[in-house]
């Protein structure tokens, strides 16, 4: 491995320290100190692989159910922290991702901000959200969108708790300092888009998933995987962020796969176990894994199984910083 240029051996003389003294009070510092940490050979992560079941999460989101209504909290939402940047809000470097919940009846106010979002539909019999005023309904596997600065607000019709896994790029949005975010004066908003332009029912995307399934060749590292394109613009499913449904066929054994774009995976259908780096996640439906910025990932399916995946590619596209490779 090649080394970077400040791996010279620091002086620690009284003199240095002094001058290092000097710097600083002038709003200046040595940039060989640091050259090797601030442009790493290869990324440098905080976030590090992690699981999330969801046997073990519902029930502390239910038991926030009882303790907080949705009026109170804004969202009811439990955010799934990387444990590598506990505190941060964030579950990659780049995307933070959270369990919301509904309780029958409830309806969360209408809000809008810069930060984008996507839904995807754990448990819902009843629940719907509002964007800019138009109403879609929450199926099990739906994938909705709020794209930047929509008016919205969720609500649950139902008789059962609706749960469901936010995706938002907050920690970009953060990192350009150039969040806004306000209440609506209003109860209800005008329609000012059609719904479907932001909504991916699951019964549609699976069906084709499966045509692909049965016309492709099965990708050695992905299975059959299908990015969830924006119907407006025919490009990535929001401008930061791109969603993804891939089928592992029955006993799939996935070869390594890395890439810059850290990526939030959640369970859809079937089981199987994925390796991230050195540690092993073996999932179920519902359960959330996250693969940090390149961590090498291999998937194996036991039985047939879908995960449905997110990351901020389109953002490191965009930028041209997004990299890809077999480890
Ligand atoms: O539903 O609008 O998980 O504003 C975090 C912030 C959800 C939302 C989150 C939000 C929302």
């Known amino acids: 491995m090649s080394t970077a240029a400040s791996d010279v051996r620091r002086d620690t003389s009284e003199e240095w320290q002094e001058y290092y003294q000097r710097l600083g009070k002038k709003n200046t510092a040595a940039l060989w100190e640091v050259l090797s940490e601030i442009v790493p050979v290869q990324p440098r992560r905080a976030c590090v692989p992690a699981m999330w079941r969801y046997e073990e999460v519902r029930p502390l989101l239910l038991e926030a159910g009882r303790r907080i209504t949705a009026r109170e ?124 332009m932001v909504a991916y029912p699951y019964a549609r995307s699976r069906e084709t998933l499966e045509g692909l399934y049965r016309a492709s060749a099965i990708d050695p590292c992905h299975g059959v995987k299908m990015p969830l394109a924006n119907a407006a613009t025919g490009g990535s499913t929001l401008p930061t962020i791109a969603a993804f449904l891939q089928i592992l066929p029955a006993g799939f054994r996935g070869e390594p796969y890395r890439a810059t774009d850290g990526t939030i995976y959640c369970a859809v259908e079937g089981h199987g176990c994925s390796r991230v780096d050195d540690a092993t996640f073996c999932w179920k439906q519902h359960d959330v894994f996250v693969v940090p910025s390149w961590c090498a990932v291999r998937h194996q399916a036991e039985s047939e199984a879908v995960l449905f995946s997110f990351s901020d590619r389109p953002a490191q596209k965009v930028l041209g910083l997004w990299r890809e490779g077999q480890p």
């Not at 919301?100 to 719907?128: C, I, K, N, W």
Request: net charge negative.
């Open 73 to 196: 909290a804004e969202r009811r939402v439990l955010i799934l922290e990387n444990p590598g940047s506990a505190g941060q809000s964030r579950t990659t470097q780049s995307l933070y991702a959270g369990l919301q919940l509904v309780m029958p009846g409830e309806q969360a106010a209408t809000h809008r901000h810069v930060a984008s979002a996507l839904r995807f539909v754990m448990e819902s019999d009843g629940g719907y959200t509002t964007v800019n005023g138009e109403r879609i309904t929450m199926q099990p596997g739906d994938c909705i969108l709020t794209p930047s600065w929509t008016w919205h607000d969720h609500g649950n019709a139902g008789d059962k708790p609706v749960i469901w896994l936010d995706g938002l790029d907050i920690p970009i949005v953060n990192l350009f300092e150039s969040s806004f975010f306000e209440h609506s004066p209003r109860e209800m908003e005008p329609v000012t888009r059609p719904g479907a």
